[in-house]
């Protein structure tokens, strides 16, 4: 595989499974390409709700990996692997507590995450899923991510943050 340039790369985050379950592990998760327009990551998943999933999943708005069948993911991973990617996953260690899935707990998490992959790569354009419903949630998120980033990241690293169709910068 060959190494993304130094430039801007272009990011999507998401997370699994839910904070607040009561599991052992909590993942938050970037994929990142140096292509704008992130064409090739797009095409998979349009792929994959042509050719592996089932006619009834066809229409709903994101493909869940868990409920995905076994040809679903392998598609899906063997065609992320052909592509020039970086993927960075933090993994948060529950020991099957219940983490209360708050815009703080939440934006550490992603804060972590931003952090370690700002630690391979300097500059980063990241969209986030929109996980909260009210606009103070959002700020209180991109806030404590903010404040984490600049905890854990190396120095001169930044990372813009889009949340649906808002735009929010950590440097």
Do not use: W
């Not at 649906?164 to 440097?171: L, P, Q, R, S, Y």
């Amino acid at each position: 595989m060959e190494k993304m340039n130094k430039s801007v790369a272009y990011g999507f985050l998401d997370e699994s499974p839910a904070l607040s379950d009561a599991v052992l592990f909590f993942c938050v998760g970037i994929i990142s390409t140096s292509d704008i327009t992130n064409k090739h990551l797009r095409n998979i998943i349009k792929r994959a709700r042509k050719r592996a999933v089932k006619k009834r999943l066809k229409s709903i708005s994101e493909i869940k990996f868990h409920d995905s069948n076994e040809r679903t993911r392998m598609y899906i991973l063997k065609e992320i692997a052909k592509q020039n990617v970086k993927i960075v996953v933090v993994v948060i260690d529950k020991e099957k507590r219940v983490i209360k899935d708050t815009p703080l707990n939440y934006g550490i998490s992603v804060g972590a995450a931003i952090a370690e992959f700002l630690s391979v790569h300097p500059v980063l354009n990241l969209t986030l899923d929109k996980k909260f419903t009210k606009e103070s949630q959002e700020a209180d998120l991109l806030k404590y991510a903010q404040e984490t980033v600049e905890k854990l990241a190396p120095k001169n690293k930044s990372v813009r943050l889009k949340i649906a169709n808002k735009i929010a910068f950590c440097n």
